[in-house]
């Protein structure tokens, strides 16, 4: 009887591990920012067409602060059991790691899928006397510009510091506290150059030059891509992906992975991403896996090379 009650026990002890969020009705979805922001917004529309393939109920939970590193944090230490995950970001994945002593790596977290990514675009006032990328770098090697951000170590900073290393050209990078300032700089003349998405670009009449993509914007098709224009390496968007924490089952992984790209498809989704100027992308977790590697180790290398990192 006492071996048949070891037997039992172990038994028990296998299926129970085995068990992760298929047993759970609820499944919290971390996001790093306030309620109503861009971030935010995505995940509640994603969030139900997700929860309903699962058998659950996603629940959005908002856990502002740090540039989004304490959200971030807490889905890098739940429990890998796939009750808790987390609506990420790029900056908060593989920018803020680098820039801040945050309490997690990009190794604490598992990639699930990215769920969009929109291209930057590289723009210049409707006034400017630049009509494309070649006549911007011509006039940055003849006297210096003066590129925007929205801030230090920004994915708008990052993609116009890229640009002008890549380029050549003599530009010096004026941050502002946020893109609203940063507009108000280039109509008034104080900034010359910015890279952002098409919605800054649309709401501020601005002449977009190229777009830091691989293919061309089916918005703008008659903007070419820095890879056309001989920078390959200047590709830069604002993506958003779905993470898990270190150790969550693999099964677990492609279950969650399975159910996003079902999400994604739905016509509510695709829907709010149009009205939104958002950009649909999804990867599933092994593509994911490797771009975010990738996305980290370019993205530090830059930093470092900008003065931001060491």
């Not at 989004?68 to 230490?77: D, L």
């Not at 958002?278 to 771009?291: C, G, I, P």
Request: net charge negative.
């Amino acid at each position: 009887m006492r071996n048949m009650a070891k037997m039992l026990a172990g038994s028990a002890a296998i299926i129970l591990a085995g068990v992760s969020f298929a047993r759970a009705e609820t499944i919290d979805i971390i996001v790093p920012f306030s309620a109503g922001g861009g971030t935010d917004m995505v995940a509640r529309v994603f969030s139900p067409g997700f929860g309903q393939e699962l058998g659950a109920t996603a629940v959005i939970r908002n856990l502002a602060g740090a540039s989004g590193s304490i959200g971030a944090g807490e889905v890098a230490k739940a429990r890998p059991d796939g009750a808790t995950l987390g609506y990420l970001p790029i900056g908060t994945v593989v920018i803020q790691p680098v820039l801040a002593d945050t309490s997690y790596q990009v190794s604490d977290l598992t990639p699930i899928c990215q769920t969009t990514a929109t291209p930057m675009f590289l723009m210049v006032a409707k006034d400017a006397p630049w009509n494309s990328v070649e006549d911007v770098v011509e006039a940055g090697k003849n006297k210096r510009l003066v590129y925007g951000s929205s801030g230090p170590g920004t994915i708008v900073h990052l993609a116009m510091a890229a640009f002008a290393q890549d380029t050549g050209i003599n530009a010096l990078h004026l941050p502002f506290a946020g893109t609203g300032p940063a507009m108000n700089a280039m109509a008034g003349g104080e900034i010359q150059i910015f890279a952002d998405t098409s919605t800054v670009l649309e709401a501020n009449d601005l002449k977009p030059l190229a777009i830091f993509a691989k293919s061309r914007s089916p918005e703008y098709p008659d903007v070419p891509t820095m890879d056309e224009l001989g920078y390959p390496d200047l590709n830069f968007a604002v993506w958003q992906g779905v993470f898990g924490p270190k150790g969550l089952p693999a099964d677990d992984v492609a279950t969650f992975s399975t159910a996003c790209e079902k999400a994604v498809a739905t016509q509510t989704f695709k829907d709010f991403l149009q009205k939104s100027n958002t950009t649909l992308s999804y990867m599933d977790s092994e593509a994911f896996s490797q771009f975010v590697e990738e996305s980290q180790k370019s993205t530090r290398e830059l930093l470092v090379n900008i003065g931001l990192a060491q």
